[in-house]
């Protein structure tokens, strides 16, 4: 009885651990300050409402489905995922878009904290876009490894205090959510795509696509199907209920935060200037908890982790994202994660293909040739 009961409450430890994870993966400058459910979903007024109730299915379906495939293929690499969906040649060319890519979600997440230190603290844009960038290099050179606990433990904060600020801005101000759709109608707010069904998919798409190896990695790394169901669903789903509720705070609010470049903080400040500093503090640490996996990822797939290269190649790639930063925010936002989405919907179809509707041949890694390459088997082929 004492064993089982050891048994639940170790996979419920891991379950919880593991959707922690993957809303690690997924919270940055962009999802925790509004701007990407301003452009989203906000802006397409109620409707974008339907589109993050989408979101919280499609969140826990590919969170699992990524995590499942890491499972299978015995990987914590997207290359391999990449390369068991679209085979070697597509998925080689998907590998190194995704690589430039991850360069982009990096210049976000260091405008983002800029901007966040500047509109709340007054602190000069560059300065705050310098400070990022150094907190990001400093840890990934002198020691990531050391950080992912804390890390990991940031990540429920963050989607608790934006829940709570959230809940509370509605119930304060829920009046403003039945009149957003007449004052929508005098405010210029930038779409993300033409159409809010467009909108859902390509947003999923490109939080989902950067965060495959740490998804793979969860899959891989836990014995157990059921675990990594119930953890995908359990991340997925609070992210995407998180999402609802930051829209709905957001169009109570749409009047005073449509021309913010960071609007969630906004609301938080309306809230009490108490809350808005604590909100801004939380920002910043999902700014982080995004930002060092990205250059830690990069930098580890060309380099050993410590090595000369690893720091030289760290710094640099801290740089090149540093320049790319000192674009606007907003506008990296509404240019870079939507051409990733575009990207990430061919890999997402391609994986809706195989694991639905060719559920049957899923495929497991059986060996690695002399060259490295691994090649695979499907269950039916390997009894």
Known sequence: MENKQHNTNKWIINCIRYAGMYVGAIIGAGYASGQETLQFFVSYGYVGIIGTLIAIVLFAWYGTMFMELGHKLHTNSHKEVFTYLCGPKIGAVFDWILVFFLFGVLS?????????????????????????????????????????????????????????????TICTNFGGIADAGARMQNLEIAKATPFWWSSVFIYISYCVLPAVPALASIGNSEKD????????????????????FMVLATLSRIVDVSAMEVPFLEVARQMSPVIGGIFAFILLFAVYTTSVPILYGFSIRFAEDGTSKFKILTLAAGCIAFAAGLVPFSKLVGTVYPLLGYLGLVIMAVGFYKTVIKRKDIKTISETDKEGVKTYETDSEKK
């Open 108 to 168: 976000i997440m260091i405008a983002g904290g800029g901007a966040s230190l500047n509109q709340y603290f007054g602190i000069n844009l560059m300065v705050g876009r310098i400070i990022i960038a150094v907190l990001t290099v400093g840890t990934v050179i002198l020691g990531f490894n050391s950080s992912l606990n804390a890390l990991g433990f940031l990540s429920p904060v963050i989607v608790i205090a934006t829940l709570a600020i959230s809940i509370g």
């Open 225 to 244: 199907g059921k675990v990594i169901r119930r953890s995908g669903i359990l991340g997925g789903s609070l992210l995407g209920v998180a999402i609802l």
